[in-house]
């Protein structure tokens, strides 16, 4: 294209990179790579189990919604690839726009690459999809920043940026329910790029969006596809009975007789295998219909005992908690589990290449893979976020970051590397913008007489930034 200026010929060579890297990471991980939870949202999607609430049921009608108009479930995977890549691409673009740094530029879509983010990419878990839909708000929010320096949108362009924005945001939280920890902050990121001095009617505004977008859905869904209710939240009380009570005292707990001889042979096998957590799938006698039956009892016995086991709760939480930071488990989701759908990986030896390079990363450089080390990052990008043009940015993105872990502390069911997926994203985008924003100076603040930098109608005076 040399009929094109240099600078706009920089932009198709990135987006040619980011569309390279998509296709890439679709052929590798094709169809998907699914885990047993993958399977069992899958099948849901495809009607032949019915719709349950266990996983947050807006991934399996997304799906669903995919497969009725392609025909395969590879859809799915092609979405996750198209939304994560064109993500990076946009960032890519807003870092070039604002910085002129063309490695810059190419560094962020080299976070696509590194093998603690690329691992995850292909795997169909709501974990990832929460991960890549922040990452999309993240796009809009740097997006709304260069247009409000640079170009300074038209009132239905920043309103509209806004909205796509809040649909990121609201889908992460839809299918990740404590995404809302992560979302939080990348929410007022997002106001506050588009709006340079937000007044209340601003935040008013944007967070009636957010709710709208969180609570229609959320009804659409409970009216119309009925997912079965499975009292998923007991899982994490159980873990806390078993772990936290003695044996003796589950003995003689005042629940029915089966409840109670089930949780002392859960706590007797879990302290057996070894489990720490997880009880309801490492040693649990499971009853035919799961946890609805027992839920009603598990929740009123975990609500009478833990008030009086405050110490032995708090120290079984933090120890679950440790180990997350310190052994965080599987870093690597290998292709797709044994099934009865006859789906396998389409490409054995690009899945063992994946494999070599994220588990030679792992033994090489272990702690890219420990929740520690996001943690302590999250925490230096919160509170020293730089004074160059990204300040704002990384600010957000430590915040949401050290949220999203530190919430894991009182619900956490495993110690997987995928509960740190989203902070090892953001966490690694943010050292970035901090390093290309050093030595940036933020835009001069505009003239007491210019216009004020809001979007507001002619019969409706601007927001005052203290109101």
């Not at 603690?116 to 922040?134: C, E």
């Not at 679950?320 to 488990?329: A, G, N, S, V």
């Not at 020293?384 to 990204?390: A, E, V, Y």
């Amino acid at each position: 294209m040399p009929w094109l200026p240099r600078a706009q010929r920089w932009v198709w060579g990135l987006a040619a990179v980011a569309a390279v890297c998509c296709l890439g990471t679709i052929l590798v991980f094709f169809p998907g790579y699914l885990s047993p939870d993958s399977l069992d949202q899958l099948r849901q999607a495809e009607g032949k189990t019915p719709l349950t609430d266990w996983h947050p049921p807006v991934l399996s009608l997304v799906w669903r919604a995919l497969i009725a108009v392609t025909g395969s479930i590879a859809s799915m995977l092609v979405l996750q690839a198209v939304l994560f890549w064109g993500a990076l691409g946009v960032l890519a673009w807003c870092v070039w726009e604002l910085t002129a740094s063309r490695g810059g530029s190419l560094a962020v879509l080299g976070v696509g690459l590194t093998p603690f983010v690329l691992t995850f990419v292909g795997v169909v878990w709501k974990d990832v999809h929460t991960a890549v839909a922040l990452l999309a708000a993240c796009a809009v929010a740097l997006t709304g920043l260069w247009l409000r320096d640079h170009r300074p949108p038209r009132p239905a362009v920043r309103w509209g940026l806004l909205g796509l924005g809040v649909l990121f945001l609201a889908y992460a939280m839809l299918v990740r329910k404590n995404a809302f920890f992560a979302a939080l902050p990348v929410f007022v990121m997002l106001v506050l790029a588009l709006w340079r001095a937000p007044g209340r009617r601003t935040w008013v505004t944007c967070t009636a969006a957010l709710l709208a977008a969180l609570v229609v859905p959320t009804a659409a869904i409970s009216l119309f596809a009925r997912p079965l209710e499975t009292k998923q939240a007991a899982q994490i009380m159980l873990d806390d009975l078993v772990h936290v009570l003695e044996v003796d005292e589950l003995r003689t707990a005042d629940v029915p007789r089966g409840l109670r001889d089930r949780l002392v042979a859960s706590a007797q096998e879990c302290e057996r295998v070894g489990a720490l957590s997880d009880a309801y799938w490492a040693c649990y006698e499971r009853p035919a219909d799961g946890l609805r039956g027992d839920s009603g009892e598990i929740t009123s016995l975990w609500l009478r005992e833990m008030s009086g086991h405050v110490p032995d709760y708090l120290e079984y939480r933090l120890r679950l908690f440790t180990t997350l930071l310190f052994e965080t488990d599987d870093p690597y989701k290998a292709g797709v589990s044994r099934n009865d759908l006859g789906i396998e990986v389409a490409h054995p030896r690009l899945e063992d290449m994946l494999g070599t390079y994220v588990n030679g990363m792992v033994t090489d450089v272990r702690w890219l893979f420990r929740g520690w080390f996001w943690l302590a990052v999250a925490l230096v990008l919160a509170i020293r976020p730089g004074k160059g043009r990204f300040s704002m940015p990384v600010r957000a993105l430590g915040i949401s970051s050290a949220a999203y872990i530190l919430g894991y502390l009182p619900i956490m069911p495993a110690t997987d590397f995928r509960y740190v997926y989203w902070p090892a994203i953001a966490c690694t985008l943010g050292l970035l913008l901090l390093w290309l924003g050093r030595g940036t100076a933020l835009p001069p603040p505009k003239s007491p007489g210019a216009a004020p930098d809001r979007a507001v109608t002619a019969q409706q005076p601007a927001d005052a930034g203290g109101r």
